[in-house]
């Protein structure tokens, strides 16, 4: 079991990038098997899974957000990044990081609230 916590600007004005960080501890981000994702919910609607960074480094990304997604890592520092450009207020939500960690048991951070407003 690890354990996770995101941090990041809490405001983002429309067309900037909205970055945020996970913070892992607990265990190795290169540990075998180790998926390490970003979701996110906005009001009113349900979890949307955003993408993953793997235990070897590599990147998906869901179809719909893949064009304006990057998520990296920096394992020295044992934090995993989102990067989501050209935000609009749609992009407004709860966004949490979280890793699988087998038998159907996620591991989750409590959430971070971005809102996209000028």
Known sequence: QVQLQE???????????????CTVSGGSMTAMYYYWNWFRQSPGKGLEWIGFISYSGK??????LKS??????DTSQYRFT???DSVTPE???????????GGGAWDWGQGT??????
């Open 82 to 84: 989102l990067d989501l």
């Open 59 to 64: 990147t998906t990304y869901s179809p719909s």
């Open 113 to 118: 609230q971005v809102t996209v407003s000028s």
């Open 7 to 21: 941090s990041g600007p809490g405001l983002v004005k429309p067309s900037q990038t909205l970055s945020l960080t």
């Open 68 to 73: 304006r997604t990057a998520i990296s890592r």
């Open 91 to 101: 992009d407004t939500a709860v966004y949490y990081c979280a890793a699988p960690r």
